[in-house]
Nanobody, 126 residues
Framework: QVQLVESGGGLVQAGGSLRLSCAASGRTFNALGWFRQAPGKEREFVTAITWSKGSTLYADSVKGRFTISRDNAKNTVYLQMNSLKPEDTAVYYC?????????????????????WGQGTQVTVSS
C-alpha cells in the first residue's frame, strides 16, 4: 500500500520555525515535493527534491527560508521552515512522483505528481 504521511505541522509565531516530515512507504518515488494551499487560494508549489541526486528547487516565496532534505534510510523527506510569516499559513501537502522528468522544472507542476498525502496544517500567527 502506497502511503505518504505528513507530520510536524502546528501553530507558531511569526519568525519561528517548524519542521515537516513526509514518510513514504509502499513505493519508490523519483521525486517528492511539498505544496501548500491557503484558505480561498489555489494549491501552490513550495519545494521539491529528487530522490537519487538530491536536486532541489524552491518557489521564490520560500527561497532562503525553507530547506528540503531527504533521509534515504528512513524514506523520509523533511521541510525545515524558518523565519515563518503569516502568509505561510496553509495546509502543506507532500506529493510523490514516480516518473522521471528530464526537466527538473516539471516538479513544480502538481499534475505531474502521482500520489498525495493527507496534508498537515501550518498556522503562523502575527
Amino acid at each position: 500500500q502506497v502511503q505518504l504521511v505528513e507530520s510536524g505541522g502546528g501553530l507558531v509565531q511569526a519568525g519561528g520555525s517548524l519542521r515537516l516530515s513526509c514518510a513514504a512507504s509502499g513505493r519508490t518515488f523519483n521525486a517528492l515535493g511539498w505544496f501548500r494551499q491557503a484558505p480561498g487560494k489555489e494549491r501552490e508549489f513550495v519545494t521539491a527534491i529528487t530522490w537519487s541526486k538530491g536536486s532541489t528547487l524552491y518557489a521564490d516565496s520560500v527561497k532562503g527560508r525553507f530547506t528540503i532534505s531527504r533521509d534515504n534510510a528512513k524514506n523520509t523527506v523533511y521541510l525545515q521552515m524558518n523565519s515563518l510569516k503569516p502568509e505561510d499559513t496553509a495546509v502543506y501537502y507532500c506529493a510523490g512522483d514516480w516518473n522521471y522528468c528530464a526537466d527538473i522544472g516539471c516538479y513544480t507542476r502538481e499534475y505531474n505528481y502521482d500520489f498525495w498525502g493527507q496534508g498537515t496544517q501550518v498556522t503562523v500567527s502575527s
